[in-house]
């Protein structure tokens, strides 16, 4: 938490310098203090805006962490700005007049896109937004995919967030999981397991594991293929909400 919101908040949006600061600001722009912490942070993986600190940004700049500090006053507030900054750099795609389904996946393929280029990103808790100029156009444009689905499911705006909310939430959901994944469950780490397996998976004992898993593994090429399991994923979500949309309606 920082400790002055008003002070972050007129960072982000570029009202004011920071105060309460010393130093010169020795040729710096904020916004290329911004893009290289967010280029740390990228270097970090999933946990890279969480290992970001002034002191490492002030190196890679080659400059004094106090010379930083005329332009941010602490690593919370650097973090708010390269989350920001993220939201603000990332591309949204013109939907007007498409099928509601299209736009929810277009939205919900864009955060996945957000997710891959800075991994970081799924981790930031989204009950602590930082309210900033990208983030409040990002939330501006997925809200307006909601539109006439909105109108056609009765949704009320409260409804509306809650809507978006769970289909972030499932696109973090699957962005963290595929994180994690070791990604190398290929032939060799089978072929490694294999003569074990055979010895211990009767399929009269687990018939539904056998059956299931060699068909799985068979069109997958591996125990989990990521794509395969987002496309399916994301048309259930977009399915429940249809389930809402009064019947024969297909926009």
Request: glycine residues 8%.
């Amino acid at each position: 938490m920082t400790d002055d919101p008003a002070r972050t908040l007129a960072l982000l949006w570029r009202l004011e310098r920071p105060t309460g600061t010393r130093g010169p600001r020795r040729g710096l722009d904020l916004d290329a203090v911004v893009a290289t912490a967010t280029a740390l942070a990228d270097g970090g993986g999933p946990d890279g805006l969480a290992t970001l600190t002034v002191r490492r940004l002030a190196a890679e700049l080659g400059v004094a962490p106090m010379t930083l500090y005329t332009y941010v006053p602490g690593r919370e507030e650097l973090a708010d700005l390269v989350v920001d900054a993220s939201y603000a750099a990332a591309p949204r795609a013109d939907t007007t007049g498409r099928p509601w389904r299209e736009r929810l996946t277009a939205v919900a393929e864009e955060n996945r896109a957000l997710h891959r280029r800075h991994p970081w990103t799924a981790r930031v808790d989204p009950s602590r937004p930082v309210l900033g100029p990208g983030e409040t156009a990002k939330y501006e444009h997925e809200l307006a995919a909601f539109d006439d689905l909105a109108d056609l499911a009765g949704l009320d705006d409260v409804d509306r967030d809650a809507a978006l909310t769970f289909l972030l939430d499932v696109v973090r959901a699957a962005a963290l999981v595929e994180q994690g994944s070791a990604g190398d469950d290929g032939p060799e780490w089978w072929a490694a397991r294999a003569p074990v397996l055979a010895r211990v998976l009767d399929p009269e004992r687990y018939p539904r594991a056998v059956r299931v898993g060699t068909a799985a593994g068979a069109a997958q090429g591996s125990a989990r293929d990521p794509d395969r399991a987002w496309r399916f994923g994301l048309a259930r979500v977009l399915d429940g909400l249809a389930a809402m949309v009064s019947p024969g309606t297909t926009r």
